[in-house]
Structures are given as structure tokens and as C-alpha cells.
């Protein structure tokens, strides 16, 4: 399986990486605004797709939409630093399967992605 981290923070993607590439996903690839993250989207077709909402040129929500027009049934799991209960309610509403705030640990980032992949 492929994965796409996109993150603005490079701290954050080599975190998510080191997590989930002992797991199920034998390439990662990674992107650090929403822009680039379409870009690779297109190049990569991941699987499962990890996406900040907090970004430079384009935003998380925004990135979700554009990749859910392309691929509707594309696996997006939300991390993000932003605690609001409105943030997890709009990247769902938007068609993400998943949110997770930020700081994550290694536990529940898995147990986010298991349950991305037993859902669909």
C-alpha cells in the first residue's frame, strides 16, 4: 500500500513516516503544502493520505476537496494542531475518514490508519 504525508512541518512527516512504514505501507511519499500535495497525489495514487490542515500556498480543507474531486473514495486521514471541535467537524463533513490532533503518538496514528482501512 502507498501513503502520502503531507505536512508543512518536516519534523511531523519523518514522525508519521518512521510510525507507519514499519506497518502496511510499502512506499511513502510526502508533501509540504496542499499544492505539491496534488501534485503528488496525481504522480503517486497513494492509498491512505495523512493531511495537516494548517499549511503555506494551500490548506488541508482545501487539499481534502480537491482530492476527493479527483478520486471520491480517497482515504484521508486529518492530523492537526488546530483543537477546535469545528476543525474536526469540517475536515469529516468534507468527506475525510479521520481526525486526529496533534501531538500524536505512535498508537493512535495506527490506530487511526487500522481503522481507515477496516472502514473501507
Known amino acids: ?4 504525508i503531507v505536512d508543512d512541518s518536516l519534523i511531523m512527516r519523518r514522525a508519521i ?3 507507519l512504514h514499519a506497518s502496511r505501507f510499502t512506499e511513502i511519499r510526502s508533501a509540504s503544502n496542499g499544492r505539491l500535495a496534488l ?4 504522480k503517486f495514487q497513494p492509498d491512505v493520505v495523512t493531511m495537516d490542515i494548517t499549511m503555506p500556498e494551500m490548506d488541508g480543507l482545501t487539499c481534502v476537496d480537491a482530492i476527493l474531486a479527483k478520486k471520491p473514495d480517497a482515504m484521508i486521514l486529518v ?8 476543525s ?11 481526525f486526529l490532533l496533534k501531538p500524536v503518538t505512535a498508537e493512535s496514528l495506527q490506530k487511526a ?3 481507515i482501512l477496516a472502514d473501507n
Open 79 to 86: 492530523v492537526s494542531a488546530l483543537a477546535d471541535k469545528a
Open 1 to 4: 500500500m502507498k501513503l502520502l
Open 113 to 115: 490508519i487500522d481503522e
Open 39 to 42: 501534485e503528488e497525489f496525481d
Open 88 to 98: 474536526a467537524v469540517e475536515a469529516i463533513k468534507r468527506g475525510a475518514q479521520g
Open 17 to 19: 513516516e518512521r510510525t
